[in-house]
């Protein structure tokens, strides 16, 4: 997306189905045309939005060209604006309207009052002018009708705000606000059958409105949006409050500012990156009713999702190490993470997964602190808890916790030489497969320090693996054998306990590239094989073993389709002792720092992130 001026965050557009969406907020130095979208993202003609402001008593009319500009036309031009809710059909003119009562519509370049049916979406455009009275203003055909009463803020002449419903038989009804010269019906949309449509959690005491047609505020996820409509009641908070939660399916990856219909007035309705739908009012209080219907935005079509940190954590650090996510792909629930600047206090929540993404039982995943490692809990409840280690530095990376959610595929491990599952909230050790990746999570207990566990044959490796496991402020080097035992070699034995949890595996390598070594790193060889890299379905797995590089050298390059969004660290094994290995936005797999390292050989099994 071009931008002609400032901007705040970045500003993002997206196309899916023949949908255009932006989602951004800016900070214009000037105000006038404030980018331009690309050729397949543009309305047939011109189109007028009702966009937030800093002013939430002023909002601002944007229109959008149909060469793609994007424009500020009038309103309220104090310090930022908000492109949320800026969503339409593109490129293909709609069908055409009935209106009612005189009311006509405008001259180009502006779209008349049209109709656009994408599934079970309906999308009303175009501007019309007043006519003989101020009541009903057009009927829509029976396919393009709404599950129940909507109330839609939209823009109409000199910047001001009315407010539009939206019937269930059809009728688009004037319902307050300034009577002028034009109204604009861009901003309309709303789904047309409920199969999709669920109800939405609502917060703090608010409810959905009674009598009429109203119904029960709902949330769909349709086309790769989600789409929020109905009105609550309930009692306005000077400064804000909450007024709903989203599922996950249903965050954004950034916060998004719409203006909603608030009685006759225009009020701030937020979505935050963790599905919090918030309103934000410096003066009113008491009761009201807020309308949510038009709050539409695209669900991040990757499956990334912000990792919600707890203050003080801070996951979203940018630069090289990006905003910190977590997403689920291929039945895996995947954190990459880099949190900084809480304390390594044992038991300090550092972040909570939401639901869907959470163990079946406890999880204790061995972690990267450069030189150190760390071990992090996973609860069931969705907690991920710093236990124990060496603080030395600001962060913690949670790159490397992966776990599948749910019981498909999920069968006990069996245990070796007197081992046994270390039960309470740890539960028993599984293996879970799961699109031809095999994730094996548990702690056992016992005091033979050789063979732990034997894997079932589809989830044995083609080559000798050897995985860093944690024994709480110690690291463990677990080899798994082409005979799928699981052993116990060197390192932390000082607990009765080890954890497996975080062992991944692809069985299979037949699809399977060897590494291109660099800065004489070699393939180990023998029993551990080549070093490789598979591509499982949108994730990306390494496993092998190389030798005879040094410290602070790109081990290997990945090619482009095997590389990670952002920089990516990982706690590989050095026997008994940790090294930090990173993957670089440019495939470069790099070991970056290192506890005592006795070996000339590094692993690098374990190394797997989301494309």
Known sequence: ??????????????????ICSVQAALKPTTWGTLATLPKDCRPSETLVFNLMTQDASMPASVEVNANGVVKWVEGSSDSWLSLSGLVFPALSPGWPIELSNGWSNAAAPYAGATYTLVGSLCFVEGRIVSGSTWGVLAQLSADCRPTKTLAFNLNVEGSATSQIEVHINGEVVYSAGPQVGWVSLSGIVFATATHAQKSLDLADGWVATSGGDFGVPTYSLTHGYCLVEGRVD????????????????????????????????????????????????????????????????SAPSDGLRLLPAVTPWTASIGGQWGEGVFVMKNGFCMVNARPQG?????LTIIANLPEGCRPTKRLTFNLNHHDYTHSVDVTPDGSVVWMAGTGKYT?????????????????????????SAYGLEYGIPEVTKRNGICSVEGRLTGSSWSNLAQLPEDCTPSKRLIFNMNNLEQTSRVDVRDDGVIKWVAGGNSYNW???????????????VPLELQNNWVHYG???GTATYVLV??????????????????????????????????NMNLKQSVARVDVLTSGSIRFQASGSWTTTWLSLSGIHFPI
């Not at 997306?1 to 023949?18: H, L, P, T």
């Not at 080890?498 to 399977?512: R, Y």
């Open 537 to 570: 379905d949108g994730i990306c797995v390494i496993q092998g073993m190389v030798k005879n590089g040094a410290k602070g050298t790109v081990v290997a390059v990945l090619p482009a389709e095997c590389r990670p969004r952002e920089r990516l660290t990982f």
């Open 234 to 297: 309930g009692t306005l908070v000077s400064g804000g409050g909450t007024l709903a939660t989203l599922p996950v399916e249903c965050w954004p990856m950034r916060k998004l500012i719409f203006s909603k219909a608030h009685g006759t007035t225009t009020m701030e309705v937020d979505v935050s990156e963790f599905g919090e739908i918030s309103y934000s009012t410096d003066s009113d209080s008491g009761a009201a009713t807020v309308s949510l219907s038009g709050i539409m935005f």
């Open 1 to 18: 997306m071009s931008q002609a001026s400032g901007r705040v965050r970045d500003a993002v557009f997206e196309r899916k189905d023949g």
């Open 395 to 419: 962060w913690v990376s949670l790159t490397g916790i992966t776990f599948a959610p749910g019981d498909l595929g999920r069968i006990t491990l069996p245990l070796l030489n007197g081992w």
């Open 342 to 346: 809480g304390s390594f206090t044992s």
């Open 498 to 512: 080890i954890s497996l949890a975080g062992m991944i595996i692809v069985p299979d390598e037949s699809n399977a």
């Open 526 to 528: 023998s029993s551990y």
